[in-house]
């Protein structure tokens, strides 16, 4: 019958010393890919947190957690995995600040996503943006249609940076609110400025089928052009 406080037992769990030299291995291993995995899960998956910061909370919980429930989990081995994780940690923050390539690695850098009142295409695959989330958070920000953006960026955190035009100089653009946006057709049906549903491109057209002529889609919402109201 195991006894409390039996101190091989709590601090070791009847391994030998040796063995921390293969708990600092797996530690550094393992921190390594969670750090990679977090990073390939883009801007969005780790949302106001950095990678790094998301690494540090997962490392450090399994850490504590463990030791706190677990009578085979020794306290040493425990403490080990603080240690590395906290010299670790001490590394990529010196690395940060001394390379400019892993900086940019880790943290990535902020894409421009709306441009003139247009989606920056390729910036907005590559960051693997649903086109209903994105909308969704510039509807937070009181935006109607993407007329009124002069520029959207998602920062390097995954939050959603947005600046306005003057009311003088909101244009047409793509409506966002749910209501306007579900009135998407590939036919028009009457004169007008329409918006491009996949580029947010605008366009006067006459009734009939037409291809947006920056990225050849073929369907389309009517434009609007209000002022943003706060």
């Known amino acids: 019958m195991k006894k409390?406080?039996?101190?091989?037992r709590l601090l070791f769990n009847?391994?030998?010393?040796?063995?921390?030299?293969?708990?600092?291995?797996?530690?550094?291993?393992?921190?390594?890919?969670?750090?990679?995995?977090?990073?390939?899960?883009?801007?969005?998956?780790?949302?106001?947190?950095?990678v790094f910061e998301v690494?540090?909370?997962?490392?450090?919980?399994?850490?504590?957690?463990?030791?706190?429930?677990?009578?085979d989990v020794g306290l040493v081995p425990a403490i080990t995995v603080f240690i590395i994780i906290l010299l670790m940690y001490r590394c990529v923050t010196w690395l940060l600040a001394k390379s400019k390539w892993f900086?940019?690695?880790?943290e990535g850098t902020a894409q421009c996503i709306i441009e003139d009142?247009?989606?920056?295409?390729?910036?907005?695959?590559r960051e693997d943006l649903a086109?209903?989330?994105?909308?969704?958070?510039?509807r937070l920000k009181s935006i109607e249609h993407l007329g009124q953006v002069r520029n959207a960026y998602i920062e390097t955190n995954g939050a959603i940076s947005v600046f306005f035009y003057e009311d003088k100089d909101v244009k047409y653009g793509l409506p966002i609110r749910p209501q306007l946006f579900a009135l998407k057709n590939t036919v028009i049906p009457k004169s007008g400025i329409y918006a491009c549903t996949f580029c947010a491109n605008t366009q006067r057209l006459e009734p009939t089928q037409a291809?947006?002529?920056?990225?050849?889609?073929?369907e389309?919402?009517?434009?609007?052009?209000?002022?943003?109201?706060?």
Do not use: H
């Open 4 to 8: 409390i406080f039996e101190w091989d």
């Open 14 to 50: 009847d391994l030998p010393v040796s063995f921390l030299a293969e708990v600092a291995f797996r530690t550094v291993l393992m921190f390594i890919v969670v750090l990679i995995t977090l990073k390939l899960t883009g801007k969005r998956g780790v949302k106001q947190l950095s």
């Open 55 to 71: 690494v540090i909370i997962i490392s450090l919980g399994s850490a504590a957690g463990d030791p706190m429930f677990y009578e």
């Open 103 to 106: 900086e940019n690695f880790m």
């Open 117 to 125: 009142g247009q989606f920056s295409i390729l910036s907005f695959e």
């Open 131 to 138: 086109q209903d989330e994105f909308f969704a958070e510039l």
């Open 211 to 218: 291809k947006c002529t920056v990225c050849s889609r073929a």
């Open 220 to 230: 389309w919402v009517l434009a609007v052009n209000t002022r943003r109201v706060v």
